[in-house]
């Protein structure tokens, strides 16, 4: 990197255009570099401790691309044990904990490992180490493998892909853990050069070499990323630690030749956005959260639509702000960070019998009603006026011409403002309803392209009436006409992933001639129908009073599917759909996970109604939106069916059908009084009436004996 010109240190900002970059790298190309000296200076790199909850969601995460879910469901997995040569063997120490020491015995097993398999001086001490987290209870130890000469490979083939990945990074952890420290030697390296404008131009290399390994020989920590400058949109590796660059072997007085020389100008990043690794790690320092909560933290976040994962980004979603600036605005105290932690330190008090639970919860609801009571009597305009204020930048963005973000661009004089409809949710409405009806979704911005193309006329039909593009508050939409009176123009909704912005003409009047008419039914008669709706493209057949639906794969096909093509699909779907559950089709198999492990059965991936769920022994549980049904593995899908039978959901544990018929059957003649008396005083006859009990059903035979109980205590 340039440092000097002419033995004037270059500061930022000192090269001020592009021109002067351009001129500089001119006079460096093909010149001679010599270097000039050479600074050394050995540093170490010590180990780090073993997994905790958090670190190992955060390097999961990193390294594997886990979710704090996906990896605790893992982890619960290989903790209970896996078949290994006929026996069921827990692999790892239990993984709910925050503690980093590790037992003496496990710590002289690692460290026999590591001498047998890299040598003593991998591990010239035994290592202890303590816990830095807030709140840390360190009532467990940390996580590693109940026998570290269980080596990742010789277990390999008894694991699944997804248990061996983790199973290798918690191994590789607990033994790089009691490894050596590693040995560098950072090296800066100042390197002169004449220029060919006769100026002298003073560079500086630097970079590292490794000396010796150490615990990096077995394992090294992922890597989260850091605000950092950016060239033209690619990352920029000049800010990057010193130790991550490898120089080769150089000496005063070398000579050098350039491969490149480029001249780049560079912007700063903002900080990523959290990810699941991130915002784990942020949690455990500002003390909020345990190690139980962090995955069940993130998957609410994700289910409840409060934020969408993208590039494995947490990204918060409008519902999401929504939420948050009504409790910034009107509870504060509760969701600021030091709230958390300090409710946290009281309850470590609780359990450690130092403070009374009772006044805990006292003064809490003391103030939480307080609370309550100040906005209670507040008015919905209220309400909404402060979250308008705290949500302006995100939903009322500046337009960059002075003009007011809030005014609405359909009557002009009216202030926009958010609107809650309890059946829709949030969206952005005119203050001047009904006179003004302008309406749009609150995730669309004032200058985002569907608002800037509100109005925009695509044409004019043979009737002479204009096709316009809209917006509202269920998204944009296109229009024939104008309203006349008490009658609507007709319109269509622009079906998502359709750019409003790139619609023509042609396609909004294929939207407006919808729904549309297919052709009759060859053999059933009656029009069928092509149409969009909520779900999507579908057609359309009613006959005899019945209506059949039926799903189209695209919109293409919702204006080139023709009657054959039609009458197919119907036929198709009656027979996999019908009325009766006993006339539907198999559910399509999106993975196979073959058979239970302890159970046995299938346990099958499948594509429902309503989207993918796993099915074993009649037991459904729902695959989470935010996680794609073709990766799940068997041990997500386990813990899937467990929480689903846990809710009270499947039909697990119902008894089967015969079961029932044994009780009721001694129960069956006590269908009055007088059987019943006859029963007791006479064997043969009880006997005797155990013959009915087996031709009728015997699910009558329950109630008609419960009846009849009643019936002889009343008369008693």
Not at 339 to 364: G, Q
Not at 581 to 600: C, I, N, T
Request: hydrophobic residues 35%.
């Amino acid at each position: 990197r340039l440092v000097s010109i002419d033995g004037a240190v270059l500061k930022k900002l000192d090269i001020k255009d592009e021109a002067t970059a351009t001129a500089i790298r001119k006079a460096l190309i093909g010149r001679d570099f010599r270097v000039a000296s050479i600074e050394k200076k050995a540093t170490k790199r010590n180990p780090y401790p073993p997994f905790t909850t958090s670190t190992l969601q955060m390097d999961a995460s990193r390294k594997l691309g886990f979710s704090a879910k996906q990896t605790m469901q893992i982890a619960q997995r290989l903790y209970e044990g896996v078949d290994i040569g006929g026996e069921t063997v827990g692999l790892i120490t239990y993984m709910r904990t925050d503690g980093v020491q590790i037992v003496p015995e496990a710590v002289s097993q690692i460290r026999d490992v590591i001498s047998a398999e890299y040598g003593k001086n991998y591990t010239p001490f035994a290592r202890e180490y303590k816990t830095k987290a807030k709140n840390a209870q360190e009532a467990h130890e940390a996580i590693r493998p109940t026998d570290p000469r269980r080596k990742p490979d010789q277990v390999r083939k008894h694991l699944e892909k997804d248990q061996a990945a983790l199973y290798d990074l918690i191994w590789k952890r607990a033994i790089a853990s009691q490894m050596a420290a590693a040995d560098i030697e950072q090296t800066a390296a100042e390197i002169e050069a004449k220029g060919s404008d006769g100026k002298n131009y003073g560079l500086r290399a630097n970079g590292s070499v490794m000396m010796f390994d150490g615990f990096l020989r077995v394992y090294e920590e992922g890597r989260d990323d850091r605000v950092r400058t950016i060239e033209k949109g690619k990352d920029d590796t000049s800010d990057e630690d010193d130790d991550n660059r490898r120089l080769p072997a150089l000496a005063v007085g070398d000579h050098l030749k350039d491969k490149e020389v480029s001249a780049d100008q560079h912007f700063t990043q903002p900080p990523p956005r959290f990810s699941e690794a991130t915002l784990v790690k942020r949690m455990e320092e500002l003390g909020i959260g345990r190690p139980s909560t962090y995955a069940s933290t993130m998957a609410v976040l994700v289910d409840r639509d409060y934020v969408r994962i993208e590039k494995k980004r947490l990204v918060p979603e409008d519902k999401g702000r929504l939420v948050i600036a009504f409790l910034e605005s009107f509870f504060r105290r509760y969701v600021e960070y030091d709230f958390t932690a300090d409710l946290e330190e009281k309850l470590d008090l609780i359990s450690n019998d130092e403070l009374a639970y009772k006044e805990v919860l006292r003064d809490f609801w003391r103030d939480f009603m307080a609370a309550v009571g100040e906005i209670k009597d507040l008015r919905v305009g209220d309400v909404l006026e402060a979250l308008n204020e705290m949500l302006g930048p995100h939903v009322f963005p500046d337009k960059g011409d002075g003009s007011d973000p809030r005014l609405c661009p359909k009557c002009g004089n009216g202030r926009l403002s958010l609107k809650i409809s309890g059946k829709y949710g949030a969206f952005i409405g005119c203050g001047n309803y009904p006179d003004c009806n302008y309406t749009r979704q609150l995730t669309q911005t004032a200058d985002g392209d569907a608002a800037a193309l509100d109005g925009k006329i695509l044409g004019y039909d043979d009737n002479g009436l204009a096709v316009t593009l809209r917006t509202g508050r269920f998204g944009p939409y296109v229009q024939l006409g104008e309203a006349e009176g008490d009658e609507k123009p007709k319109r269509s909704s622009i079906p998502k992933g359709v750019d409003a912005a790139t619609l023509d003409f042609d396609k909004a009047m294929q939207l407006l001639s919808l729904p549309r008419d297919v052709g009759s039914h060859p053999d059933e008669g009656g029009m069928i129908t092509a149409g969009l709706g909520r779900f999507g493209p579908f057609i359309l057949h009613e006959h005899d009073g019945a209506k059949t639906y039926v799903n189209l794969e695209s919109l293409e096909d919702l204006f080139t599917i023709g009657l054959n093509r039609a009458v197919t699909l119907i036929a198709e779907k009656r027979a996999g759909g019908g009325k009766s559950r006993f006339q539907r089709g198999a559910p399509k198999v999106v993975k196979d996970l073959g058979a239970h492990p302890s159970e046995g059965g299938p346990v099958q991936v499948l594509e429902g109604r309503y989207g993918p769920y796993v099915s074993h022994n009649k037991v459904n549980a729902t695959v989470p939106r935010a996680k794609d049904p073709t990766s799940l593995t068997m041990d997500e899908a386990l813990a899937l069916l467990a929480e689903r039978i846990a809710n009270g959901g499947g039909k697990k544990g119902k008894p089967a059908r015969g079961a029932k018929a044994k009780p009721a059957k001694s129960e069956k003649p006590s269908k009055s009084d007088k059987p019943a008396k006859a029963a007791k005083s006479d064997a043969p006859k009880s006997s005797a009436a155990k013959a009915p009990a087996a031709k009728a059903p015997a699910k009558k035979s329950a109630p008609a004996s419960a009846g009849s109980k009643k019936l002889a205590k009343a008369k008693a």
